[in-house]
């Protein structure tokens, strides 16, 4: 263990008293990779702030950390802003709010090099520049100028791997660096992190709820709960034997499938698309040129029945969202029809108190779709002014008691702020939101990617459940393909704007037809089979 580039020893971190880390101990060796897996609130990221003394305010620690022979937990602040970044590079779990909005990318990758570096402010750029290209992010595709609201989310990452990685660190510390991200995308980011680790020999901590993810990556895996290591060791060896009881439980999470009720008879469709179109202006080229339009649905059609689960697929630009937020009133159409309940909604007419009850949705980022300043018992009960019978008071708060009690909340957690929560806990509030008034169909944008996996296997079988029971619908927008595979009885496969393939679920992940489909399909991470995953056991 002395010769290992990071050694934690009994390892004990409380907030004012409370205790959060308790005798955790890991290792990484320079050149390797650690996969550290646990549940919200498992104590997972505080080991990261620990190892990067960032504890908030009111924390003690106590035990060991050693880093390059320097016990780092015992020095100040200043010897520790001269390792953060130098030495060890973070990359933070939402690259939006790690980046910031108003500086372009090229002023943030160059500010941390020359925070660390006696050079030039032209030659800190020039740096930065060969850093970006180096993560993918070519200067003639992505100059220094741009923004990160102008970059997707995988490119995003990529500028927060950027600035991790510009100073060549021994460390690179990635806290769910691939959640939000569709599989293509998180394969690139992936096979980027691992030549990282290869070409420089730096060592690498991967903090994820995924274990296909962590199984495909990590050398080692450090499996944590309630702040305590329960199982580690090599990842081979980890989902070969899996000997710990909460292990086993974590690889069944991964790879449940939801009970679903009686095949739909599709008599009349809740929701009906045709040929839709939806456009965006472009920037102008110049001044006084003529606008051009980005077309991001292009001429889509397809139904959706009453108590049905529809999955739609694709990477990040391809059109989802928009088609989602043209269903929902909230972005203009400029062709085609949507009908509910075989009504036409009329395109820049503003939704009927009647249509917006029958409809939901779950937003993809958690914490921008609340207002951070109410409560969590009047966040989720927004959808209830919709209503024409307003529930009573006694009745409200009952109804936001069980509503919060049925996606793994409780009735306790209505008088807390959206900013005291996990960003797993924050995703099951917002999907609370959408339950609250028993709408028709509820869409769903990215609704678990961000939740650990014995969380989403109660999630998704609480969404089966109020499908079978209340005939809801849903039109399942994600990237995990494992996911839209154990909920969904259709899939749509959308590239480009158009849907490329389509057709009921299982058929279509057997035997993709598309070429677009089969890309997919092999991007995505795999669970490892495990030799002591047999029934009863």
Known sequence: MNDSLLQLQDLNVSIHDTPILLDVSLQVDAGSVLGIIGESGSGKSMTALS??????????????????????????????????????????????????????????????????????????????????????????????????HELSGGQR??????????????????????????????????????????????????????????????????????????????????????????????????SHTPERGAEIKKTSALVEINSLICEYPKARKTFFGPREKFRAVN?????????????????????????????????????????????????????????RREMQVVFQDPYSSFNPRHRVGRLITEPLHVLDNQPSSKERQQLIESTLESVGMSGEDADKYIHEFSGGQRQRIAIARALIIRPALIVLDEAVSALDVSVRAQVLDLLAELANTHELAYLFISHDLSVVRSITDRVLVMKDGQIVERGDTEQVFVAPEHSYTKKLLAAAPQLPTSSAQVIGR
């Open 51 to 148: 190892i990067m003394q960032l504890l908030p305010h009111g924390s003690s620690l106590s035990g060991q950390i050693r880093f390059d022979g320097l016990q780092i937990d015992s020095i100040d602040e200043e010897q520790m802003c001269t390792i953060r970044g130098n030495d060890i590079g973070m990359v933070f779990q939402e690259p939006m709010t790690a980046l910031n909005p108003v500086q372009n990318i090229g002023t943030q990758v160059a500010e941390c090099i020359a925070l660390h570096k006696a050079v030039s402010r032209a030659e800190s750029f020039k740096q930065a520049a060969q850093v970006l290209e180096k993560v993918g992010l070519p200067n003639a595709q992505f100059p220094l100028t741009r923004y990160p």
């Open 157 to 254: 990452q990529r500028v927060v791997i950027a600035i991790a990685v510009a100073l060549e660190p021994k460390l690179l510390i990635a806290d769910e660096p691939t959640t939000a991200l569709d599989v293509t995308t998180q394969e690139e980011i992936l096979q980027l992190l691992k030549q990282l680790v290869d070409e420089s020999d730096m060592a690498m901590i991967l903090i994820t709820h995924d274990l296909a993810v962590v199984s495909e990556v990590a050398d080692n895996i450090v499996i944590m709960r309630a702040g305590k290591v329960l199982d580690s060791g090599p990842t081979k060896t980890i989902f070969n034997e899996l000997k710990h009881p909460y292990t086993r439980a974590l690889y069944e999470a991964s």
């Open 299 to 355: 001429d889509v059609s397809f139904k959706i029945y009453a108590g049905e689960s529809v999955g739609l697929v694709g990477e990040s630009g391809c059109g989802k969202s928009t088609l989602a937020k043209a269903l929902l009133g909230l972005s203009p159409i400029q062709g085609g029809q949507i009908h509910l309940h075989g009504e036409q909604l009329q395109a820049g007419v503003a939704l009927s108190r009647r249509v």
